[in-house]
């Protein structure tokens, strides 16, 4: 089944290649979507694909060896016509 998810990682999660690794895990497991830097020292995600493909994808970033994700929410969103997964700033 395909889903959308919305995602804010928090911790140590800036400038420790979180957004590289994200793209590149996203990529290698078929998924559409985007990770950017926020202002406030979070990364916001989304990620849709399905549903188990999304979850390996929170799952591997957890096991980066400079990531430390303190805190995670994620919502459902709607699915969205899109091709590939994005770097943004």
């Known amino acids: ?10 911790g140590r999660v800036q400038g420790v290649g979180f957004r590289f690794q994200a793209c590149r895990l996203a990529r290698s497991l078929g998924l559409t979507g985007y990770v950017q830097n926020l202002w406030d020292g979070r990364v916001e995600l989304e990620a849709q694909g399905e549903e188990s493909q999304v979850w390996d994808l929170v799952s591997a970033l957890h096991k980066q060896p400079y990531i430390q994700i303190e805190d995670m929410e994620s919502r459902d969103m709607e699915i969205k016509e899109e091709r590939g997964f994005q770097m943004a700033n």
């Open 1 to 10: 089944m395909k889903i959308r998810k919305h995602f804010y990682f928090s």
